[in-house]
């Protein structure tokens, strides 16, 4: 039997996220119940068709912040909103307190203690409360987190992790608008002008050396973050988000050094920006051990894999305790690709 055809599920968040993890929940067999977005032109509109599936669910896009989530009977509310603790707060506290397992798509999301300890405090006490679980998930399940974990199994000593990463804007980003809240399309002083080198939607980057030092059990001591434009000395056209001029900024590089009270430390040097031609996103862990090692993973269907990795982890978070856990809690993702 398919076990998930008693799971019901909401969508937070109908944007292109949402969408996704929803077409791919309908295929494996979940319930759908109800979906929320902001207010806007989605709301009244039946699920299936924002999705793109070209026919009705029956499921209407509700206003999320005209919803009495005490009246929704779901497993769990998938959270694809903003990269933000702070922002998306308020719809933690509904759907918590709903009794609902919660598992967002947003970068602060996956080891929130390295970006908000008072939130994470909150969100922790209110999951308990209620019996039920909060994490964050997504690509960097696989790609960032578990990846860099697991490229530590064969050390016997350890000295050092660097992480190298290249995430592509053309992907990633639904718009330039976008793109430009890591600084594409901007010049080199609107960049700093607008405040782009203390971005909070880059500074949820430095969690992740944070979080690997933290699964691979070392105490963290002290980070150090910057943020700074990238750009290139000739001219870039993008299919999607058009052109940029030589010295335009091409998105942004966020730079962290993680130190530990055990003296390992763990850098990391992300780029988010448009691509080069012939570029292919990646990540990387360079293990400086016993023995030294490194793992490359190029990164395709990026989008897709967003949306799968998040759902993959559906069922370890209804599965596991109350509170805040981390996916390094859960052990490594494991595929939906099984067969009834």
């Known amino acids: 039997m398919n076990g998930n055809r008693n799971k019901k599920i909401i969508i937070y968040g109908t944007g292109q996220?949402?969408?996704?993890?929803?077409?791919?929940?309908?295929?494996?067999?979940?319930?759908?119940?109800?979906?929320?977005?902001?207010?806007g032109i989605k709301v009244g509109q039946d699920l299936g068709r924002v999705a793109g599936l070209n026919y009705d669910l029956g499921v209407i896009i509700q206003d999320c912040d005209k919803v009495d989530y005490s009246a929704v009977k779901a497993d769990i509310a998938v959270v694809a909103m903003t990269n933000v603790l702070a922002q998306n707060l308020p719809a933690y506290r509904q759907l918590l307190s709903a009794g609902m397992n919660v598992i967002c798509h947003g970068s602060e999301s996956y080891f929130p203690q390295g970006s908000n300890s008072t939130i994470v405090s909150e969100i922790d006490a209110l999951a308990k409360q209620h019996g039920v679980t909060f994490t964050g998930a997504g690509i960097w399940d696989m790609s960032?987190?578990?990846?860099?974990?697991?490229?530590?199994?064969?050390?016997?000593?350890?000295?050092?992790?660097?992480?190298?990463?290249?995430?592509?804007?053309?992907?990633?980003?639904?718009?330039?608008?976008?793109?430009?809240?890591?600084?594409?399309g901007l010049s080199i002083d609107e960049f700093y002008a607008k405040g782009l080198d203390k971005s909070p939607i880059a500074g949820s980057y430095k969690t992740v050396p944070q979080h690997v030092l933290h699964a691979l059990g070392f105490s963290i001591s002290n980070t150090t973050f910057s943020v700074e434009p990238l750009s290139l000395n000739y001219t870039i056209h993008d299919e999607k988000l058009g052109v940029f001029p030589a010295g335009i900024c091409l998105g942004s590089r966020a730079k962290v050094l993680v130190s530990t009270d055990e003296g390992v430390t763990a850098s990391a040097d992300i780029d988010v920006r448009i691509c080069k031609p012939n570029e292919v996103e990646y990540m990387s862990w360079e293990i400086d051990g016993t023995p030294s090692n490194k793992v490359i993973m190029e990164r395709r269907e990026t989008d897709f894999a967003t949306a799968s990795c998040l759902f993959n982890r559906i069922n370890d978070v209804v599965a596991a305790r109350p509170g805040v856990v981390l996916l390094s809690e859960l052990g490594p993702m494991k595929g939906s690709f099984h067969y009834d």
């Open 17 to 39: 996220y949402g969408c996704r993890i929803a077409t791919i929940a309908l295929s494996k067999g979940y319930d759908i119940i109800g979906a929320y977005n902001r207010a």
């Open 144 to 184: 960032r987190i578990w990846s860099g974990i697991l490229a530590t199994a064969p050390c016997t000593t350890l000295h050092s992790l660097t992480h190298c990463s290249l995430t592509n804007l053309s992907i990633q980003a639904e718009s330039l608008a976008q793109a430009m809240q890591v600084g594409a």
